[in-house]
Structures are given as C-alpha cells and as structure tokens.
C-alpha cells in the first residue's frame, strides 16, 4: 500500500470540520482546492474586512476639506491623535486572502449591493418593510464572521495544531509507517532526527500545506464557512437596537458572537466573546451610529439607551483587533481612551 497521509483541520467556528483532504498531489490536482490558484487577474490586493457601505454610515463632513470622512482610533496608541480618514482607507487588509479573491469579493458583493436600500428602509423607520431585509441583514452578518481577523486566525491556528497532532502520531504510533516510507524512497532505515526530517518534508508536500502556504485552503475554508454560518443562522432573527442617546462604534472586527452564562442575553453580566456560533446567544453588528443588528430569536426594533450602548460599544473595543471607527465625536473619542488602556482582546470585560 503506498504511503498517504490524511490531514483534517477543525474550524471552532460552528465546530463544522474541512473536508479530509489526501495529502497526495498538489492543490491544483484537488477539486476544492485548485481553483484559480495561479490566476492573478482573480487577486484582489486590497480587501475590505469591514463592508465600506457600513462605514459609510460614520461619517460626517470634513471641516477642512468637506469630505466626508470617519474617525479611526488606533486602540495601540490610545495617546494619539485620532485620524480621520475616508471609507476606502480604513477596514482592510492587503493580502487578507492571497488566492482567488475576485471571486469572494463577488460573492460578498451579492450582499452588499442590496444593503443601501435595506438602510434606507431603517432610516425610515421601517427596517422589515421587504421580506428580504432580514435575509440581508443576516448575510451582512454571516459575511463580518468569517472575514475577519478573528477567523483567520481560528483557520491558521486550527492548521497548524492539526498538523502538529498528526507529526506526533506519525513519530508515535505509526513511527514503523514512515520508517516504511523512507526505506522505500530512499534505502534508508531512519531514525531520530533524520526521521523527522523526513516526515517534515512528506508533510511540506502535502496538498493540505501547500495549500495552507498559498492561502488557497483559507480561500475554500473563508467560502465553505461563509455558506454553512448563513445556513445556520437562517432561521435567527434580526432586532434591531436604535440608540436613544449617544452612538454605537464599529470595530475591525465588527460581527460578534456572544455567551452569557445564565443562558441568555443580560448586559449586567460577564460575557463570552467570539465563541462557536453554536455556542451564541447572540451575534451583534454595528450598522452605522445609531443602529445595531442583533441576531437573536425574535424579530424587533427596540430603543435603547446610553448605557446600553456604551456595553455594546465596550465589546467592540474589546475585540477590535487595533482599529475602531466612529463618527467624529469628542465624547464617544474620550470614551473609547479611556476603556481601551485597559483592554484586553477577546475576553470578558
């Protein structure tokens, strides 16, 4: 029998698995992972983590040049000054997916071409006014999840201790299945160090890492994901959180999960962030300064006050990777210096 490795990685968001990839060939050879993975005209270098029809919504004219721009604070140097800035030049990252990123932004972009008419509706006032709005809002929301910071560091790191388990049981367990191996590639009986030399370069070659090296398995696992969450979350409904006072901010990493311990939602109580989606109680979307979209199990539209939206704007800055953006404001800028010296990303405040 020849010689294969089998590799699966684990993604924590759902606790929905990759499919087992062979570690046989390369990934074009693989029907999953071969799609575009040299097309450079499918590349998009610059990509928006945070919807731009999103930021769009925090800002406000410039008194310099009139432009319309947002505050961005950069949450590592809080003793800053903060910047403003257009939509454009905040909420991305070059590089975010390094493969076949055309064709993700299309898909992302079958969403939000509809999300300004849904605004539009809950500027009105009538934010369920078409059957679809709700599907919208929870794509937006699907979308924020899995392009994320946050996710791609569950993929690299649920890669990475995979591949670290799968070493130990091949030097462990099924060392004589190696040893097997390099006899019958190389006439030589291995052992210690030689030995893992060679399972290191089996695994280097595998369809699994060199799609991981190329990005190409986090541009199936963005794509998979992104259609399983939506699937999941289908039947959650939207209520919409409308700020009496003050303005809720937007982190760069707006979609949130969120856990209570009592079992349901309840401000007044430590909360778990970013966990499994299975796990939520409910995931929470800034759409713009005085509207939040939370998933939860009844549709609504419900106003809320000031210190409820400084508890969703604490989550924001909480699990913010480094930026949070916001319409211009003296208030809310002081609000966020003061919670952020002491913030310490994804856990309870």
Known sequence: MAFEIRMTAEASIGRIGLVEIPSAGTPKDHPVLGR?????SAYVKKQHLVSKVLLKRFTAPDAKSGDMKLASFDLDHPGARTQLKAPTEVGYRTDFVPVDSRSLEDLWGETERMVPAVLADIDRGEPFALPGNADVLRNLIAIHLVRSHHYKAVHESSYLRTRQALRANMLGPRRELVQ????RRMGLYLHGSALEVFLDGVLNESAPA?????????????EEMFRKIRNFISEWEPELLI?????????????ITLR??????????????????GDAHAVVLPIGPK???????ERAAVTVERHVVERL???????AQRHVFFRPDAGTEEFIREICTSRTPATSP
């Open 36 to 40: 575009a993975a040299s097309d450079r």
């Open 180 to 183: 097997a191996e390099a006899l």
């Open 210 to 222: 060199r799609g991981f090296v190329s990005g190409q398995l986090l541009r199936t696992s963005i």
């Open 243 to 255: 700020a009496e006072n003050g303005q809720f901010i937007m982190g760069d990493s707006p979609a």
């Open 260 to 277: 209570w311990p009592s079992g349901h939602p309840n401000l007044n109580e430590p909360v778990q962030f970013n966990v499994a989606i």
């Open 291 to 297: 509207h939040l979209v939370a998933l939860g199990p």
């Open 313 to 319: 704007n604490l989550y924001q800055v909480v699990v």
